[in-house]
Nanobody, 121 residues
Framework: VQLQASGGGLVQAGNSLRLSCAAS????????MGWFRRAPGKGREFVGS????????YYSDSVKGRFTISRDSAKNTVYLQMNSLKPEDTAVYYC???????????????WGQGTQVTVSS
């Protein structure tokens, strides 16, 4: 499956941004989807994931209550709605797909290119 992330940009702290990740090449519903990020000078961090059906979502403690993951099977797209953004959310955000339907983080099989999110104070 090929993944194309978009929607990044520069935003002021406290504002919102929505990232999209379009999937192609395979049946979208066969994959759970995840979002990760990498901040400058840091390792990759799990942000959240959504099950194949969309019925279950999981988030890291750092974004829980502020970020929401959803998926639209008709559009083969997964979204990351980011509210109440903070400067520490500045990172390159990546979407990923996994053929398993495990809960939470874990390994993902396919990765998209990143999209930069910069939150100014």
């Amino acid at each position: 499956v090929q993944l194309q992330a978009s929607g990044g940009g520069l935003v002021q702290a406290g504002n919102s941004l929505r990232l999209s990740c379009a999937a192609s090449g395979r049946t979208f519903s066969d994959y759970r989807m995840g979002w990760f990020r990498r901040a400058p000078g840091k390792g990759r961090e799990f942000v959240g994931s959504i099950s194949r059906s969309g019925g279950a979502t999981y988030y890291s403690d750092s974004v829980k209550g502020r970020f929401t993951i959803s998926r639209d099977s008709a559009k083969n797209t997964v979204y990351l709605q980011m509210n109440s953004l903070k400067p520490e959310d500045t990172a390159v955000y990546y979407c990923a797909a996994d053929r398993s339907d495990r809960a939470g983080a874990g390994s993902f099989d396919f990765w998209g290119q990143g999209t930069q999110v910069t939150v100014s104070s």
